[in-house]
């Protein structure tokens, strides 16, 4: 299948509907951008005793900023920040940025503490970012999510997708697990206990969305992005 008609087709499509729940790419308008920060941002945020809400707002300024940053310097097949919305989204209301229920980044990454899990890979995807509204957990919103990253490896020609997990969050690894990702390496025992640190899993998975002609697919230097992997 040539390669513009896939890049064309996930950047204005759907990737995946399923379990009432449909995934595409982020829309570039500030709305829509200012709704995946705040979704993440409340993902992510460690309350604080003092000035919680203060420090919400600059944690989630910096969510943004990272956000644009990567859009602006990322090919669109290089970098992709994708939402969940309702599969019954039928009208602009429920296509506006408050249907929006669900966020994930996927990154094309080469690092050698992953490679070296790949066989006769020299990138893969990095799946990070993963967050969804408090409103709409345990409602399978995750795992659509992650069918859509399994969807852009297929589309941007890719054998692996890797993540890390927090080596205690067991309910996050259940639900890679039935993903497909498996546990192959983690942190370090030194690095945690040093830096006090909590300890992560490397988990791998093999492409099952489909088979692509990959030799068509150009690979291109990677720029650096920041790293949110958290699950809810």
Not at 152 to 177: I, N, P, V
Not at 213 to 230: A, R
Request: proline fraction near 3%; charged fraction near 25%; glycine fraction near 6%.
């Amino acid at each position: 299948m040539d390669r513009k008609f896939l890049v064309s087709k996930e950047q204005f499509g759907y990737l995946v509907s399923e379990f009432g729940w449909k995934v595409r790419r982020l829309v570039e308008e500030e709305d829509e951008m200012r709704r995946v920060t705040q979704v993440q941002a409340e993902a992510f945020h460690v309350p604080v005793v003092l000035f919680n809400d203060l420090f919400f707002e600059f944690f989630k300024a910096e969510v943004f900023s990272g956000l644009v940053y990567k859009l602006r310097n990322s090919p669109p097949d290089r970098y992709a920040c994708l939402v969940a919305v309702p599969a019954d989204a039928l009208n602009t209301k429920l296509e506006s940025p408050q249907g929006l229920v669900g966020v994930a980044d996927v990154t094309v990454l080469r690092d050698e503490v992953v490679l070296r899990h790949l066989e006769g890979a020299g990138e893969y995807l990095y799946v990070s970012g993963i967050a969804v509204s408090k409103d709409f957990r345990r409602r399978k919103v995750a795992s659509v999510l992650l069918k859509a990253c399994d969807m852009l490896s297929l589309l941007w020609g890719f054998d692996y997708l890797s993540l890390w997990a927090y080596e205690d969050d067991f309910a996050a690894q259940k639900l890679y697990t039935n993903a497909g990702y498996r546990v192959v390496s983690g942190d370090s025992p030194w690095i945690t206990s040093w830096i006090g640190r909590k300890r992560r899993v490397l988990m791998i998975k093999r492409s099952t969305s489909g088979t692509s002609d990959k030799s068509s697919y150009k690979k291109f230097p990677c720029p650096i992005h920041l790293n949110l992997n958290h699950i809810q």
